[in-house]
């Protein structure tokens, strides 16, 4: 398998090269089972945050490094956007949301207690890979539903598009690949 070498807050890894389609692969990142990674970027992108008074992630793959950076900062408080609506949510705000990573369309469901705890509050997104800025701008949506004040946008990889993004603060550079493992030109800033 190709695989693209990087380091990340002193932690070094190999990301398999995946397919997208026909013309366009990945570099595939996920923080499950990595804690090393997952505190290293934790603590890395709490060194350079914005003032915020809770996290709020989308559900799945940012929920390690939302979890780390919350217990890294304290213990505190953190908020998933949700893939589905649970039993247990009540007055549920829904966005919907097209990923570069899931075929077809998506929903973000945020519970209202939640929302209420959002509200007037400073909110700080946080994701592993931003690429698209689809998910992003779903929890965005979700946020400011809830009349929360979105004081910053993180994630541990800017990929494609996002790596010009000013109003993003990232820890490295992704770019995005040709199906046999090079660089796709024009994408690594």
Do not use: W
């Amino acid at each position: 398998m190709l695989t693209y070498p990087i380091e990340i807050a002193g932690v070094k890894r190999a990301l398999p090269i995946c397919p997208l389609n026909e013309t366009l692969a990945i570099g595939a990142f996920v923080i499950f089972g990595d804690p090393e990674l997952t505190t290293a970027a934790a603590d890395a992108l709490l060194k350079i945050a914005p003032e915020y008074d809770y996290i709020i992630t989308a559900e799945a793959k940012g929920i390690p490094l939302a979890h780390e950076m919350a217990r890294l900062a304290g213990n505190q408080k953190y908020f998933v956007a949700r893939k589905k609506a649970k039993a247990y949510m009540s007055g549920v705000f829904e966005v919907t949301v097209q990923s570069i990573t899931t075929a077809g369309e998506q929903k973000l469901f945020l519970d209202k207690a939640d929302a209420d705890l959002i509200c007037g509050k400073r909110i700080l997104i946080v994701d592993d890979v931003i690429s698209t800025g689809e998910s992003l701008s779903a929890v965005e949506q979700l946020v400011e539903a809830a009349g929360g004040i979105i004081c910053g946008r993180m994630a541990i990889l800017a990929e494609g598009d996002a790596q010009v993004r000013e109003d993003l603060l990232d820890l490295e550079k992704l770019p995005l690949f040709n199906t046999d493992g090079t660089v796709l030109e024009g994408t690594l800033h």
